[in-house]
């Protein structure tokens, strides 16, 4: 697996986001993805299934874990989640599936806590699979 950092920030402080998006794939879109969900307010990640409709079951990030589908696995350590002012990272490891991909984007999205305000998909990096 390797390891990525995704950062957030909110201009009212991290502890109005509410849930922030990663989705891996060769293109938008969350079928057959690695396509997860971190809903800060219970500090709980999330990965959607293979048919890109619904959560799997999450786990803590309070605590080491991992979560997978069938283009991913996630792992991470105790200390996944650090916040900082306006900023919110995500440390976390990800093993990809052999076939999936190998050309990768990662799109990233946050909404705030009351769901007002959404930043709408961001492709933030480019990814190539080994």
Do not use: M
């Not at 697996?1 to 201009?11: I, L």
């Not at 293109?27 to 396509?35: E, F, I, S």
């Not at 080491?64 to 991470?76: A, R």
């Amino acid at each position: 697996s390797t390891p990525f950092t995704f950062t957030f920030s909110d201009t009212k402080g991290f502890a109005d986001l509410g849930v922030e998006n990663i989705l891996i794939n060769s293109a938008l879109d969350g079928r057959h993805a690695c396509y997860l969900a971190y809903a800060r307010s219970i500090n709980w990640l999330y990965i959607v299934n293979d048919a890109g409709n619904a959560l799997l079951p999450g786990a803590s990030l309070g605590t080491s874990g991992s979560i997978n589908n069938s283009q991913c696995t996630v792992t991470w350590g105790n200390n996944a989640v650090t916040t900082s002012s306006n900023n919110l990272s995500l440390a976390l490891n990800i093993g990809f599936y052999s076939g999936f991909g190998p050309n990768l984007v990662l799109y990233l999205a946050a909404r705030d806590v009351n769901e007002a305000n959404n930043t709408g998909w961001q492709a933030s990096a480019t990814w190539v699979a080994q």
